[in-house]
C-alpha cells in the first residue's frame, strides 16, 4: 500500500540554524500539507501546496518557513532560522484532491536546542 | 479559537464493548469531517470520513454519525479491540479549503 515517507525521523539543531524536512507524498497525489504538534497539543496546520505554489497557509508560517517540491517526488520544508517554540513533530500529508482524505507521513521530530 | 472540540481527553473501554468518541464543531462552513487514529511516534492515519450531505458512513467496525443542526459528529467502535487504543482526532475541513482542522483527541483504552 502507497505510504508518504518523510526523513529524517528525528532533527536536533541548535537555535538560529537552519533545518530542511523531507518528505515523499504518495505518488499520483497532488496536494500536499505541512501540519506540526506541539507535545501535548493538537495538530496544526501550517500550509499547502498544489501545482507549484502554496495554496493555504496558516498565521504560524511566517517568512522563517519555506516550501518546496524541487523534483517530481520530494516535497520539503524548510526553517530558517530556528527557535526553540520550532520544537515539535512536523507532518507532511497528501491527498488525491482538496476535498479527499489526507495520508499522513510518520512525522519528523525537530528539537532545538 | 477552538473550532474542533473534543471535550473527552480519554476513555476507557471494556473489550467487545462499544466505544463512542464525541466531537463538536463551531463552523457551519465545514462540509467534511474525518477521523484519524494515531498511535505514539506515529503520524495520524486515516479512519473514515463523513460528507456533510450524509448523516451516517459506515466501515466496518467504524461508524461515523453526523449531526449537522447540532454540530455534533461521533465515532462509534464495535466490538472494540486492544487494537484500538490509541488516541482518535477529529478533523474538519471545507469545500473552500484545504487545510485540516484538528480536535485535540481522544485517548482510547480498551482493556482486555
Redesign the interface.
Known amino acids: 500500500e502507497p505510504e508518504?515517507t518523510?526523513t529524517p525521523s528525528h532533527q536536533v539543531t541548535q537555535m538560529g540554524q537552519e533545518v530542511i524536512l523531507r518528505c515523499v507524498p504518495i505518488s499520483n497525489h497532488l496536494?500536499f500539507?505541512w501540519?506540526r504538534q506541539i507535545l501535548g497539543?493538537?495538530?496544526?496546520?501550517l500550509v499547502?501546496f498544489?501545482n507549484n505554489e502554496i495554496?493555504?497557509k496558516?498565521e504560524i508560517f511566517d517568512d522563517q518557513f519555506s516550501v518546496e517540491r524541487p523534483d517530481g517526488s520530494n516535497f520539503t520544508l524548510k526553517i530558517r532560522s530556528t527557535k526553540l517554540e520550532d520544537s515539535a513533530m512536523y507532518?507532511c500529508?497528501s491527498?488525491e484532491d482538496?476535498?479527499n482524505?489526507?495520508?499522513?507521513?510518520?512525522?519528523t521530530?525537530l528539537t532545538v536546542l | 479559537d477552538q473550532q474542533v472540540k473534543q471535550n473527552s481527553p480519554s476513555l476507557s473501554v471494556q473489550e467487545g464493548r462499544i466505544s463512542i468518541l464525541n466531537c463538536d464543531y463551531t463552523n457551519s462552513m465545514f462540509d467534511?469531517f474525518?477521523w484519524?487514529k494515531k498511535y505514539p511516534?506515529?503520524?495520524?492515519?486515516?479512519l473514515i470520513?463523513i460528507s456533510s450531505i450524509k448523516d451516517k458512513n459506515e466501515d466496518g467496525r467504524f461508524t461515523v454519525f453526523l449531526n449537522k443542526s447540532a454540530k455534533h459528529l461521533s465515532l462509534h467502535i464495535v466490538p472494540s479491540q486492544p487494537g484500538d487504543s490509541a488516541v482518535y482526532?477529529c478533523?474538519a475541513?471545507s469545500?473552500s479549503?484545504?487545510?485540516?482542522?484538528?480536535?485535540?483527541?481522544t485517548k482510547l483504552s480498551v482493556k482486555p
Open positions: 508518504v518523510q496536494y500539507y501540519y497539543q493538537k495538530v496544526e496546520f499547502s498544489y495554496s493555504e496558516s507532518f500529508a491527498s482538496r476535498a482524505e489526507q495520508f499522513f507521513g510518520p512525522g521530530r | 467534511y474525518l484519524y511516534a506515529e503520524g495520524p492515519t486515516f470520513s482526532f478533523a475541513t469545500g479549503q484545504g487545510n485540516l482542522i484538528f480536535g485535540k483527541g
